[in-house]
Structure formats: structure tokens, C-alpha cells
């Protein structure tokens, strides 16, 4: 390897703090590359979140998957994503150890950092820690986080701001709609009968989601790039009008019924939260605000400022 720039950081949502690094390491790559071309920019992530090593029972919701996260990192300038798996043995590493580990291997000619990345048995490196280490070998460079509202952007204000519906917050700091993908499963298939056919997403248990609402949203078919983004209406939830137990993402494509969607990959983008949820009494009302919602949802997305994520 000739060279290259490393951000490293736990990057969960890819948002607009971690955007910032990867941008900063990018301009920086071109430079540092000169008449070479560009360095390639790395990014070095643990996986899983290291609140599984240090406190197992406050483990966060996490914003993406893994496999979303990476792809997130590439489509915002890393060419190549290293992946560090977290685990007790890791977490005891000295800094000095874990520079040897994880980023000599990378030939570092700088690495870039949020300015409160901590590293090492302890917490114990920070980022003048890693530039002693780095010194004569690589610079660091530390950055602040990005503002958005006033507030520092955290993944943790993210999460928050998903647990109360409020998407169009999350949005603002991750820098994009929220999402969540998956492979659509065999639902009840009662919005078929109804006339509101669904894609359903069981929720993994480690993921966040947007409260428990109706959404106006994109719906992508990962499976079938050329299809472009569908506007749908989202139900996150139960369904306790038919006093369902298991919480689904249920998406309704506007005016589509000839979907067939079992066993493909999805993504949902989330844009603004309709209403909490409801228990209707019996079907006939149900249908008279799903077509509400439908209306609703047509018209948010006929804004352009409400497109879906490029």
C-alpha cells in the first residue's frame, strides 16, 4: 500500500458528524496523493457497538446495520471499509497496541478523528495520544462535531428524536431520511383484502425505529434499482385494531397493487410522521383514514423537498 487516509470512528447512522470526517479526509487524500491521484481513504469501524463489551444491559438500538453502515461509508468517499471485531480482548488493548493492530497495517499518511474519539484499555488514548504515537509516521487530525439546530450532531440525539416520531429531527442530523432495509416476509395480508396491499419488515430487536405512527415515506426496491423510489405510506407498529403482538414496518406503495414483493430487499425512507398509532373499531374505519393517509402521504411527497434520498 502506498499511502492512504484512515478515519476511524464507531459510525453508527453515517451522520452528518461523520460525513464531515469523511469529507475532510477526502479533500486531504487529494492532496496528500498530489500528482498520484488521490490516497485512498479508509474507514475503520468496530462492530458490534463496544457497549456490549462495557455494559451489556445498555446496549443502544443501533441506527443501520452492519451491512447497511458500510454501505453508507462508501457511498460517502471510503473506499475501503475495515471492520474491527470488538470483544473483551480488544477493549483491554493499550493504545499504543492497538495503533500497531489496526493502523499501521493501513500505511497511514494521516489519520482523522471526532474530537471526543477515545481508544485503548481504559479510554485512555484520545486524540493527542494518537498523535504522539503517530508522530514522524502519520498526522492526526481531530474535528468537532457538526451543529444541526443548535446541538452537537450524536447518534445518541438521533435515537431520541426517532423514539418520539419526530424523523423530520432525525433527518436534519443524520443528512438524510432515516431508513431500514430488509427481505419482505409473509405478513397477514389483511391490507391486501382491505385494498392496501403491504410490504412487511419484522424489526430486528437491535435496531432503532421510528416510534410506533403512520409515515410518509420512499419505498426502494434494492432488489430492482431501476424502479426508482415509490412513495408509501409507513405504519410502524402492532396493528392493534386486529390486536397484533409482533412490532412491523407495513408499507403501502401509492397506487401499486401489482407488486410481488416476498423474499426481496427493501428499503424504507422515512419522512414525516402522519399520526400515532390508532385502534379503530373494525375494518370499515380503518380503511376510511388508510385512505386518509394515502391522500396525505401523496401530497407531502408531491414537495420537492421532500425527494428521496439520492
Given at each position: 500500500m502506498a499511502g492512504s487516509v484512515v478515519v476511524i470512528g464507531n459510525f453508527d447512522g453515517v451522520h452528518r458528524g461523520h460525513r464531515a470526517l469523511l469529507g475532510h479526509a477526502r479533500a486531504r487524500a487529494a492532496v496528500l496523493g498530489g500528482a498520484g491521484g488521490p490516497l485512498p481513504v479508509i474507514a475503520v469501524t468496530l462492530w458490534p457497538h463496544p457497549m456490549t463489551v462495557f455494559a451489556p444491559d445498555r446496549v443502544p438500538r443501533l441506527l443501520t446495520s452492519l451491512d447497511d453502515r458500510i454501505e453508507l461509508l462508501k457511498r460517502n468517499?471510503?473506499?475501503?471499509?475495515?471492520?474491527?471485531?470488538?470483544?473483551?480482548?480488544?477493549?483491554?488493548?493499550?493504545?499504543s497496541h492497538f495503533v500497531e493492530r489496526i493502523i499501521d497495517p493501513l500505511d497511514p499518511r494521516l489519520v482523522v478523528v471526532g474530537a471526543n474519539f477515545t481508544f485503548g484499555r481504559g479510554a485512555a488514548g484520545d486524540a493527542r495520544v494518537l498523535a504522539g504515537l503517530g508522530a514522524g509516521r502519520f498526522e492526526t487530525t481531530a474535528l468537532d462535531l457538526v451543529g444541526a439546530g443548535g446541538t452537537g450532531i450524536s447518534s445518541s440525539r438521533v435515537r431520541k428524536a426517532l423514539a418520539a416520531g419526530d424523523v423530520t429531527t432525525a433527518a436534519e442530523h443524520l443528512g438524510r431520511w432515516f431508513s431500514l432495509s430488509g427481505v419482505v416476509v409473509v405478513g397477514d395480508q389483511r391490507g391486501r383484502a382491505l385494498g392496501f396491499p403491504t410490504a412487511n419488515l419484522p424489526i430486528p430487536a437491535e435496531l432503532a425505529t421510528p416510534g410506533d405512527g403512520v409515515y410518509a415515506g420512499w419505498l426502494h426496491l434494492v432488489d430492482d434499482p431501476g424502479t426508482g423510489a415509490l412513495p408509501a405510506a409507513v405504519s410502524v407498529g402492532t396493528n392493534p385494531t386486529f390486536d397484533g403482538i409482533e412490532r412491523r414496518v407495513e408499507s403501502h406503495a401509492l397506487g401499486r397493487t401489482d407488486l410481488e414483493l416476498y423474499g426481496t430487499r427493501i428499503r424504507v425512507e422515512f419522512v414525516r410522521q402522519l399520526r400515532g398509532q390508532m385502534r379503530f373499531d373494525g375494518a370499515d374505519e380503518?380503511?376510511?383514514?388508510?385512505?386518509?393517509?394515502?391522500?396525505?402521504?401523496?401530497?407531502l411527497l408531491a414537495d420537492s423537498a421532500n425527494a428521496p434520498t439520492a
Open positions: 468517499g471510503a473506499a475501503q471499509v475495515r471492520v474491527v471485531q470488538f470483544s473483551g480482548e480488544v477493549a483491554a488493548w493499550s493504545p380503518l380503511v376510511v383514514q388508510m385512505r386518509h393517509d394515502v391522500a396525505e402521504t401523496s401530497g
